[in-house]
């Protein structure tokens, strides 16, 4: 598909205004129905979700994209059946190994969000050799969430500033905004611009739910293993139509 006239339109089309979404954050979902609709094994759809990450990772590139945040593992995803638990950690471990060197190669730079401790002592490894390695990419900021909940991440961060009342260092009466996103795993990220979700689902799933308050929403019907640059193209293009208001009066 890469270098195709249409992608190559598409991505014209992207560059010519100065508008292209700084954030983008995806809700990864339809591996598993991919997999159903073929007769094969979930896991099969996760392996070829992975695909799709690379797809999408490079279409950012492309587009001039500054940040993107992938939701590839929800802390409610590891009630799921423990075999495809595993297999989402052994693919992680395998996305690492396998893209590593074309991410630095490619200026990215990966960070992960989410509850680190509970990964495998391997997987927690290989997240944090991804990023030690990537960290001085400065093309594109890749945000992994992994074993992540949007929930956890706001209490974390009222945590983190009911510890700095106690301690003396905030006066409860100082808590903005600004302080308390100085606590979430998103510090120093903008807000998502667009989110995008695969897979046709209308849910948020526990998902940047600070972050998101006047994000443009996008769902496609795609399934992740089916989604690519074209897609990611096209809801940025649509993002560019739609008029954001933040509450205020249209033009
Ligand atoms: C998304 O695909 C991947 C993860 C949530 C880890 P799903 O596994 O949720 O696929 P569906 O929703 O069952 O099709
Ligand atoms: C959301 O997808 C989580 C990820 C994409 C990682 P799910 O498939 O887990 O969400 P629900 O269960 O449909 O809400
Ligand atoms: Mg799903």
């Known amino acids: ?72 593992f929800s802390r ?16 992680l471990v395998e996305y ?33 050799t991804l990023e030690r390695t990537t960290s001085p990419g400065s093309a594109l900021c890749l945000n992994l969430a992994i074993s992540y909940g949007g929930r956890d991440e706001i209490l974390g961060a009222a945590r983190g500033l009911a510890e700095d009342a106690v301690s003396g260092r905030i006066d409860p009466a100082d808590i903005d905004a600004s302080s308390f996103e100085r606590h979430l795993q998103t510090a120093g990220i903008p807000d998502p611009d667009l989110l995008i979700r695969t897979s046709g689902e209308m849910r948020i799933s526990n998902f940047l739910l600070w972050q998101i308050a006047y994000s443009e929403l996008y769902v496609t019907p795609v399934l992740w293993p089916e989604f690519g640059e074209r897609e990611l193209y096209e809801a940025i293009l649509e993002y560019r139509r739609r008029e954001r208001r933040f509450g205020r009066v249209g033009a």
Request: hydrophobic share 40%; net charge neutral.
């Open 76 to 91: 409610e995803n590891w009630d799921r059946p423990p075999a495809e638990v595993r297999a989402l950690m052994a693919l």
């Open 1 to 72: 598909m890469a270098g195709t006239p249409e992608l190559s339109r598409l991505l014209d089309e992207i560059r010519q205004a100065d508008d292209v979404p700084r954030h983008v954050a995806v809700i990864m979902d339809g591996n598993g129905r991919w997999a159903r609709d073929r007769g094969l094994p979930r896991w099969k759809g996760h392996r070829e979700g992975m695909k799709a990450v690379r797809r999408c990772v490079e279409g950012s590139l492309q587009a001039g994209i500054s940040h993107l945040t992938l939701y590839a």
């Open 96 to 128: 690492v190994e396998r893209e590593a060197r074309e991410l630095v190669a490619n200026g990215v730079r990966v960070t992960v969000f989410g509850d680190r401790d509970r990964l495998s002592a391997e997987a927690r490894s290989s997240v944090e």
